[in-house]
């Protein structure tokens, strides 16, 4: 049975000498993998169309197991992001993520939608971790691991909060941060932007400027919190520590 799909390709794995197995989030079908033969043979018609960060619309000969790739229109290719190191790291770990945290057939739009507006917004030049860490924090809820960020994860108080718990997921306030010793203190405005980053619509994103203080900040707390309770390990994020080490020049952000 042959079905068109609109998605995005999020992983590809070489199988044999010229096939790949091409991973998809589409809208209509969440993830799937399908095989594309000969895509990395260079005069195929389906090399173009697998290629990782590709959105387009694909035509699948569905099966119970593996799907077969028929052919495939690309939409968007996401040019700006694959010629620069940066967005395509930054892009590599979205995708890296999402295939992480989701389950296969398994239909989202709302996840689609998310996944395309951030690359989409990467593309455009939009700052890469500034859209990182908004995309981490709307994944917490895919993942079911969503923190307290209403309210004091203790109390329930909706006072300031000035600690984040990993320990108990969530805020404290000024009242109950004796509870963990190892809560993070967080400044009023820290508080404000993971928040924001959780309930943010991308459409309304405007320009946000942070501080290398609290860039660290919120860095240290989204991946100290991904790594206590989403139990996934992305190679990605370790290139992309990598890469901020070497301090290499950055592409404007517009």
Same mark, same amino acid.
């Given at each position: 049975?042959?079905?068109?799909?609109?998605? *995005?390709?999020?992983?590809?794995?070489?199988?044999?000498?010229?096939?790949?197995?091409?991973?998809?989030?589409?809208?209509?079908?969440?993830?799937?993998?399908?095989?594309?033969?000969?895509?990395?043979? !260079? /005069?195929?018609?389906?090399?173009?169309?697998?290629?990782?960060? *590709?959105?387009?619309?694909?035509?699948?000969?569905?099966?119970?197991?593996?799907?077969?790739?028929?052919? +495939?229109?690309?939409?968007?290719?996401?040019?700006?992001?694959? $010629? &620069?190191?940066?967005?395509?790291?930054?892009? @590599?770990?979205?995708?890296?993520?999402?295939?992480?945290? @989701?389950?296969?057939?398994?239909?989202?739009?709302?996840?689609?939608?998310?996944?395309?507006?951030?690359?989409?917004?990467?593309?455009?030049?939009? #700052?890469?971790?500034?859209?990182?860490?908004?995309?981490?924090?709307?994944?917490?809820?895919?993942?079911?691991?969503? !923190?307290?960020?209403? #309210?004091?994860?203790?109390?329930?108080?909706?006072?300031?909060?000035?600690?984040?718990?990993?320990?108990?997921? +969530?805020?404290?306030?000024?009242?109950?941060?004796?509870?963990? &010793? $190892? %809560?993070?203190?967080?400044?009023?405005? @820290?508080?404000?932007?993971?928040?924001?980053?959780?309930?943010?619509?991308?459409?309304?994103?405007?320009?946000?400027?942070?501080?290398? #203080?609290?860039?660290?900040?919120?860095? %240290?707390? *989204?991946?100290?919190?991904?790594?206590?309770?989403? +139990?996934?390990?992305? /190679?990605?994020?370790?290139?992309? #520590?990598?890469?901020?080490?070497?301090?290499? !020049?950055? !592409? &404007?952000?517009?």
């Amino acid at each position: 049975m042959l079905q068109k799909v609109e998605g *995005i390709v999020i992983r590809t794995t070489d199988y044999g000498e010229s096939n790949k197995i091409v991973t998809i989030y589409s809208k209509e079908l969440g993830k799937i993998g399908v095989m594309s033969r000969g895509s990395k043979k !260079p /005069k195929s018609r389906l090399t173009a169309v697998s290629q990782l960060f *590709i959105h387009g619309m694909f035509l699948l000969q569905k099966s119970q197991g593996l799907g077969t790739l028929s052919q +495939g229109e690309i939409i968007d290719s996401f040019r700006e992001v694959r $010629n &620069d190191l940066f967005r395509a790291s930054y892009a @590599t770990y979205v995708v890296e993520l999402t295939d992480k945290l @989701t389950d296969d057939r398994k239909p989202s739009s709302a996840i689609f939608n998310l996944l395309s507006q951030t690359l989409h917004l990467l593309n455009e030049g939009v #700052e890469p971790e500034i859209l990182l860490r908004i995309y981490e924090m709307k994944m917490l809820s895919v993942a079911g691991i969503q !923190p307290q960020l209403d #309210e004091c994860v203790h109390c329930h108080l909706t006072d300031l909060p000035v600690a984040f718990s990993i320990r108990h997921a +969530g805020f404290l306030c000024k009242r109950c941060v004796h509870i963990d &010793d $190892n %809560a993070r203190r967080i400044s009023p405005q @820290t508080a404000r932007l993971l928040r924001l980053f959780f309930y943010i619509d991308l459409n309304r994103l405007g320009q946000i400027s942070l501080k290398e #203080e609290t860039r660290a900040t919120l860095r %240290a707390i *989204i991946n100290d919190y991904y790594d206590e309770y989403s +139990g996934v390990t992305l /190679k990605s994020r370790r290139f992309l #520590e990598q890469l901020e080490k070497m301090d290499l !020049p950055k !592409p &404007d952000s517009s």
